[in-house]
């Protein structure tokens, strides 16, 4: 054997990937990835070389250790390196498995839709992608249009709403609600976009009587952590049903327990859409995992056939260690009441960031969110400036507590804890939000409590 380093001299190997510096990780990302994506996040003072991550903390390559309330914008709900997820991949691999195979039986990702089946007994059909969101959502998306081009050929639109945001493939930035993120390339026709949370809106797009689904993300995210009125979801539920419109919620960011429910739909009760997509939270960020949970009946009416079986398939379609990935996911969140922990836990932070709402009233505007998908709404200094990108920029360089601003809204300060965090975690966070707030606005008194 030739050892890549003679044929290719400058070959790095794993092991010494390992050992790179921050310098050289930076020049490498600099020449041969997303150059401005790198720029930005080293002009934020956000992008650090992290050598180490466990539970709600990271450590970056000068042992700094620091605190990670935003965990890859929903991913890490469940601490990073999970014991029991990693040990669950590393038992499977041990079976020197076939992971992947388009014709073979699947054991992990048939008890996996199984399990799922048990959870969500009104949706009981399993579609598990070896990638993200986007990919669940362009699942979701072609399964309805092809339900219906079968058997309702009439039906030609998909409805979603503004501010929303889906993912990056194309059908995702269609569905998606920002233009932003349409720029430059086509868009897929037959799209309708109406405000999230206006539900005469919904119904007059209905009304045109052509309409395939709607699409809405359960609380949106990127959007600004933006939770709908009360009677949102339970009223588009009807409509769907009167109309006949397929209902899809998009759990990416808001399920797999995020905010206090296995699936954020389950805060209403009796909810129950005909599809929703999974990723994020049910990977913990072991490997990539997204998918989609869908009614029997639907499902049936766009794959139910041999002539459309083969319709949506792909190499990474139901492989098993994804499937390994989610069903320990999922095992680890019922066994530990992970979605129950939320919902007491999340009781300390929200009453905690109130007193620092009353503190400083003309800087944060509002607070938003349920469970840990918390969203800190900012207002602007006497020049027109926003506060929350620099007041995240000095938490992660000055106080070592990692946040992120939405990209649909850079008024908003995201804060995503994840389960391992303690209240002393907690009060990390507070004590250094309050600070890096404090050295933003300058030494004026903040307003009495």
Known sequence: MTAASELYPGFISLDEAFDLTEEQVKDMQLKHMNEYRTKLGLAGGLTF???RAEGCYIWDADGNKRLDFIGCVGVYLLGHNNPFIVENVRKYL???????DPLALKPITAAFAHNMALVTPELTRTIVNGGGGAEAVEAVLKLVRIAAGRHHPERKRIVST????????????????????????PVIADHAYVPYGDLDAVEAEFKKGNVIAFIAETIQGEGGVVVPPEDYFPTIRRLCDEYGVYMIMDEVQAGSCRTGYVWAHQYYEGLVPDAFTFAKGMSDGVLPVSGIQVK???????YGSYDSAMMHTATYQDNNISAAVALSSLQYMIEHDVAGQVREKSKYIFAKLEQIHQKYPDVIAEIRGRGFMIGLKFGVDADGVGYANRVAAVMAQKYYVHTMTSTNDDTILRVY??????????????????????????SAAPAES
């Open 296 to 302: 029997d009946s639907l499902y049936q009416e766009a």
């Open 49 to 51: 070389d992290i050598k």
């Open 162 to 185: 503004l501010n929303s945001f889906h993912g990056k493939t194309l059908g995702a930035v269609s569905a998606g609600g920002k233009d932003v993120w349409r720029r430059w390339q």
């Open 94 to 100: 041990a079976t020197k498995p076939l992971t992947m």
């Open 417 to 442: 804890p994840n389960i391992t965090t303690t209240e002393a975690d907690f009060d990390w966070f507070i004590d250094a939000f309050d600070k890096a707030i404090r050295d933003v606005i300058g």
